[in-house]
């Protein structure tokens, strides 16, 4: 067996510490990855990661595609493609867009690597250091990564049930404005929220337009989980209604799978011809096997009937949590019940800490995400995200009946050591979408 050795003179310090960029600083591990390495241990259940679950796909079905793939058009498919992506797929991704009302044309389409490259690419070409860009309270964990990384400041504003809240985006935007600051974006992901499983509701939207529109402020709207309703029509996209003040973001990792790596931008024209020259310095261009791969399964494949089997598979698995939660969750816990996607927002009981409480339940062998991973400036830490996306319905009330176990032990050492337990959480613990106001257990 080779015995991997380091060079010698190497060290385990960093030599290179002084040298790099400043925007390296706010480079650092999610709350996420960090647990990943532990919630993946099979004993845990991890209802940490927001992996989606591709097991339903017919992979026959997927291997034939490639593989003919490989045999009618092998050198085209690992061959340079264009920047922009693939003339076929881009049209075939105009078709999945007008499921949510998007009529489109395929020349402002940008493929990416996943919308998360979607997401940086928008933030490369709009922000200097020091730009702001608001955001949900919670966001979506990826894409504050990013923000981070290009030095932008990020300005949350609350949500609600309904999703974003009008009003205090309004005030939010006057506010930053009136200090002279420009805002390059509002990033929103309207349907079935990463990490507050709620949903913009279709009144909510025109408002929502109306007041970018009228503070002259463009729109990111990051939409993976649009088609993933339990139970209803996927709604209207905000795209649909304002072509030119809405970048949209989609991605083929949660309808199909995520491994392919393929996301796109639909932008107004001159954006996305930044765009392009954006992805063309980062990429050169997004992968054409994978391009063609999913393209080849669009065509073959019924996709519409795919996403139904696994918004089913989706819909049994939130059912399972929320059932478990209403059974055995102390009533001082608060969570909302999503109409789709993959999460659960849940708020402990007042004075619990869900990040000081996560190492007793990675014990206690269940994982979840604190909801300080979601926010820009520390808040959250009363919250947690619950993901049911991935573990069966067993696993998932396991995971529930750990987790319940670990809330009730601090809600006693609480009562047993007073409130000095956890004085590292920061003031104001619930700021942000802080679950229903209803009762809903
Ligand atoms: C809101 C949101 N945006 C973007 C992404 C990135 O997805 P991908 O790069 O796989 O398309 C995710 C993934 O979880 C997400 O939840």
Same mark, same amino acid.
């Given at each position: 067996?080779?015995?991997? @050795?380091?060079?010698?003179?190497?060290?385990?310090?960093?030599?290179?510490?002084? *040298?790099?960029?400043?925007?390296?600083?706010?480079?650092?591990? @999610?709350?996420?990855? %960090?647990?990943?390495?532990?919630?993946?241990? &099979?004993?845990?259940?991890?209802?940490?990661?927001?992996?989606?679950?591709?097991?339903?796909? &017919?992979?026959?079905?997927? +291997?034939?595609?490639?593989?003919?793939?490989?045999?009618?058009?092998?050198?085209?498919?690992?061959?340079?493609?264009?920047?922009?992506?693939?003339?076929? !797929?881009?049209?075939?991704?105009?078709?999945?867009?007008?499921?949510?009302?998007?009529?489109?044309?395929?020349?402002?389409?940008?493929?990416?690597?996943?919308?998360?490259?979607?997401?940086?690419?928008?933030?490369?070409?709009?922000?200097?250091?020091?730009?702001?860009?608001?955001?949900?309270?919670?966001?979506?964990?990826? %894409?504050?990564?990013?923000?981070?990384?290009?030095?932008?400041?990020?300005?949350?504003?609350?949500?609600?049930?309904?999703?974003?809240?009008?009003?205090? /985006?309004?005030?939010?935007?006057?506010?930053?404005?009136?200090? +002279?600051?420009?805002? =390059?974006?509002?990033?929103?992901?309207?349907?079935?929220?990463?990490? %507050?499983?709620?949903?913009?509701?279709?009144? *909510?939207?025109?408002? $929502?337009?109306?007041?970018?529109?009228?503070?002259?402020? !463009?729109?990111?709207?990051?939409?993976?989980?649009? /088609?993933?309703?339990?139970?209803?029509?996927?709604?209207?996209?905000?795209?649909?209604?304002?072509?030119?003040?809405? $970048?949209?973001?989609? #991605?083929? #990792? =949660?309808?199909?799978?995520?491994?392919?790596?393929?996301?796109?931008?639909?932008?107004?024209?001159?954006?996305?011809?930044?765009?392009? !020259?954006?992805?063309?310095?980062?990429?050169?261009?997004?992968?054409?096997?994978?391009?063609?791969?999913? @393209?080849?399964?669009?065509?073959?494949?019924?996709?519409?009937?795919?996403?139904?089997?696994?918004?089913?598979?989706?819909?049994?698995?939130?059912?399972?949590?929320?059932?478990?939660?209403?059974?055995?969750?102390?009533?001082?816990? *608060?969570?909302?019940?999503?109409?789709?996607?993959?999460?659960?927002?849940?708020?402990?009981?007042?004075?619990?800490?869900?990040?000081?409480?996560?190492?007793?339940?990675?014990? #206690?062998?269940?994982?979840?995400?604190?909801?300080?991973?979601?926010?820009?400036?520390?808040?959250?830490?009363?919250?947690? *995200?619950?993901?049911?996306?991935?573990?069966?319905?067993?696993? $998932?009330?396991?995971?529930?009946?750990?987790?319940?176990?670990?809330?009730?032990?601090?809600?006693? /050492?609480?009562?047993?050591?007073?409130?000095? !337990?956890?004085?590292?959480?920061?003031?104001?613990?619930?700021?942000?979408?802080?679950?229903?106001?209803?009762? /809903?257990?």
């Amino acid at each position: 067996m080779s015995q991997l @050795s380091r060079p010698s003179g190497s060290t385990r310090l960093d030599s290179y510490v002084d *040298r790099y960029a400043a925007r390296t600083q706010g480079m650092t591990a @999610s709350e996420i990855r %960090a647990l990943f390495s532990v919630a993946s241990r &099979p004993e845990v259940v991890s209802l940490a990661g927001g992996m989606p679950n591709i097991s339903g796909l &017919p992979l026959d079905v997927v +291997g034939e595609a490639i593989e003919g793939l490989v045999r009618t058009a092998g050198t085209t498919a690992m061959q340079y493609g264009s920047g922009q992506g693939d003339p076929r !797929l881009r049209d075939q991704i105009c078709d999945v867009m007008r499921l949510e009302g998007i009529e489109a044309h395929p020349d402002d389409v940008v493929v990416t690597v996943g919308s998360q490259q979607a997401v940086d690419l928008v933030t490369r070409i709009f922000c200097d250091p020091g730009d702001v860009v608001i955001c949900e309270a919670p966001s979506y964990v990826g %894409a504050l990564g990013v923000f981070k990384a290009y030095q932008v400041d990020v300005v949350h504003v609350e949500m609600d049930e309904h999703g974003l809240v009008p009003s205090s /985006l309004r005030e939010a935007i006057a506010t930053v404005q009136a200090a +002279g600051r420009r805002i =390059k974006f509002v990033y929103t992901i309207p349907n079935y929220h990463n990490p %507050a499983g709620v949903t913009m509701s279709a009144q *909510r939207r025109p408002e $929502i337009l109306e007041i970018c529109r009228e503070a002259d402020v !463009l729109v990111l709207e990051d939409n993976p989980y649009g /088609l993933l309703g339990f139970d209803e029509e996927p709604y209207r996209a905000l795209r649909a209604d304002e072509p030119d003040g809405v $970048i949209y973001l989609g #991605s083929f #990792s =949660k309808t199909f799978a995520p491994g392919f790596r393929v996301g796109w931008a639909l932008a107004p024209h001159a954006v996305r011809e930044k765009l392009v !020259l954006a992805q063309e310095s980062a990429t050169l261009c997004p992968p054409s096997f994978s391009q063609m791969a999913v @393209s080849a399964y669009l065509e073959n494949h019924d996709w519409v009937g795919q996403i139904k089997q696994f918004r089913e598979m989706y819909r049994e698995r939130r059912d399972a949590m929320v059932e478990a939660l209403d059974d055995m969750m102390p009533p001082a816990a *608060r969570w909302n019940v999503p109409t789709g996607g993959f999460y659960v927002w849940l708020t402990l009981p007042d004075g619990l800490d869900a990040k000081a409480m996560l190492p007793r339940a990675v014990t #206690s062998r269940v994982a979840f995400v604190p909801g300080t991973a979601f926010f820009a400036d520390g808040f959250g830490a009363q919250s947690m *995200r619950l993901s049911y996306c991935y573990p069966t319905p067993e696993r $998932i009330r396991e995971g529930v009946r750990r987790l319940v176990g670990v809330i009730e032990e601090e809600v006693e /050492l609480r009562e047993t050591f007073g409130t000095g !337990l956890h004085a590292a959480a920061p003031p104001g613990l619930t700021r942000g979408y802080d679950g229903p106001t209803t009762d /809903l257990t």
